[in-house]
């Protein structure tokens, strides 16, 4: 739901003095095929890993040719039953190497016996649950027993305990965000006695934060002690990684870049010093100057989200918003909308932060910095998504900003202060990143940053 408050800082542009023009959509969707595959790792094709004849099929209908480096080395291990801990830059398909190994995991159960839930895949947002789950469905076509649901918060529950009620339609898969999958185990409408695949992606996001840890460990615990699992995530610091090995037998690690080499190759960084009530005025400058196929605007709160949607949509841009204080409905069809390409412009919190792959965004902008280093690097792996190119732009005030604490939870209301610059440091000093600063928009090389 809208909160209906706006925010102060953003009302202070003077939005009425504009008018609106956006970025020509011009690349053709042949010269991104062409990156994606100088991406991707020239190791033989997805033949090579002899899956189910109808899954092989329907990975070349979907035009995936030849694996990335993180499929090439975790899928084997995947398909193997080893339990796997993978860390790959974000827009590498990661989600491929779990989806594809389930659905070569589950077999066609005899027609007597009941179904089953088999598998679990859990993370932290809805909309990445929803989107995981369609890349289920873009496989399972020809696999017509590898069912899947999802299923998460803000719905009635209704539409999630239908998938349990008739026992010859359960879904072999299910794709769900903790709170409701955990509701739906503990008033026993979804039985997980039989899981036998676990998954966790974004994991490290899932397991700091204390509650929705909680619900993991809970749900885990709720299934069959011998599972196979698998954790997956861009980011991951040395106490996620331990945590994460903790749910796991002797899991194989896979890195498949090192920490401070995560930043994507085809994606241009830049950072501009923009005063707070200069912002507005300095974003609508480069939406006006920049040529892109789709944009995020990235805000730090809901208010903020919907003040900045409001004006840009006074000044005519093609602008949708999108945060969790928004029903989930809506949430939905605004992110269709995104996938579908039909919203050019999306001003987001960090709902669509991490996992959300939304492939003809090329221009990502910081309206305000990301709260830490990590977080900085998931917003920008939203463009320049496998191997197409992409540019970011973060705006760096000079005031000091102060929010509730990740780590501590809601519970304990620790306060954090920080100032842009600290993070824009923290990110430089963490990653190899070439980062300049921006100070005219003209210098910008379109064929940098768009595929053709
Ligand atoms: P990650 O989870 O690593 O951030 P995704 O799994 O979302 O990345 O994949 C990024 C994009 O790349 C998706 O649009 C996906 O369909 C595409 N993709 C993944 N693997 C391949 C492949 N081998 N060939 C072509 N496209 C791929």
Sequence with gaps: MASGKSDPLIDEFEFQELEATTGEAGAGAKGMEAMAQAYSVALGGFKDFCLKPELTRSIAENGFEHPSEVQHKALPQALLGNDILAQAKSGMGKTAVFVFALLEHIEKPPEDQPRRVLALVVVHTRELAYQIDREFVRFNRALPHCTTAVIYGGVPFEECNR????????????????????SLINDKTMDVSHVKYFVLDEFDRCLEDIRMRKDVQEIFSKTPRTKQVMMFSATMSQEMRNLAKKFMNNPLEIYVDQQSKLTLHGLIQYYINVEENAKSRKLVDILDAVDFHQCIIFVNTVTRCETLNALLRKCKFPSVGVHGGMDQ???IKTFDL???????????????GRGIDINRINLVIQYDMATDADSYLHRVGRAGRFGNRGLTITFIASDTRSMRSKEEGAEKGKQKEWKDDDILKDVQSRFEIQMSELTDLSKLDKKQYMTQ
């Design 163 to 182: 998938h349990f009620k008739d026992p010859k339609k359960i879904p072999a898969i299910v794709v769900a965000t903790p709170g409701r999958c955990l």
């Design 329 to 331: 409905a809506e949430r």
């Design 338 to 352: 995104c996938k579908s390409q039909n919203s050019k412009i999306v001003v987001a919190t960090d709902l669509f």
